[in-house]
């Protein structure tokens, strides 16, 4: 048995996620993400909260805002939630099963895409978008 030396402080750049991948990015139903930003500043929600995240939609697109400092975890969660959440609200017709969907909704959601797709990216993000029944 081959023991790998256990120092997890050396960051892998292949397992993190690149805010610049998702630019760019065009997604299912004519939609597509004009600008990821990363942010220090602090993100204040439409009734005043502090928000981990704040997605403006123009049209078919979307200028997403993130806060710093989230885990990679939170960070992936938190774009699987932005983009389902911003499709479905942006769609004229959104499929049965995210027509109804709530916030709480959105967060289980991305959970569960990040669990079964691991961290998202642009091909994960698509995978999620297809599971849900965008075309
Ligand atoms: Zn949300």
Do not use: C, W
Request: glycine share 6%.
């Amino acid at each position: 048995m081959f023991l790998y030396p256990a120092d997890e402080r050396i960051p892998n750049p292949f397992h993190l996620i690149d805010p610049s991948s998702f630019e760019n990015l065009q997604l299912r139903g004519g939609f597509r993400i004009v600008r990821l930003e990363i942010t220090s500043e602090p993100l204040i929600d439409a009734i005043g909260r502090q928000a981990i995240a704040r997605t403006t939609i123009i049209g078919n697109e979307f200028n997403i805002m993130i806060r710093g400092g989230l885990t990679e975890e939170e960070l992936s969660v938190t774009l699987y939630h932005e983009i389902l959440e911003a499709v479905t609200v942006a769609s004229d017709n959104p499929p049965a099963g995210v027509r109804m969907f709530k916030e709480s909704d959105f967060e289980r959601a991305a959970y569960r895409a990040n669990n079964e797709l691991g961290e998202a990216s642009p091909p994960t993000i698509d995978l999620m978008l297809q599971s849900h029944g965008f075309r």
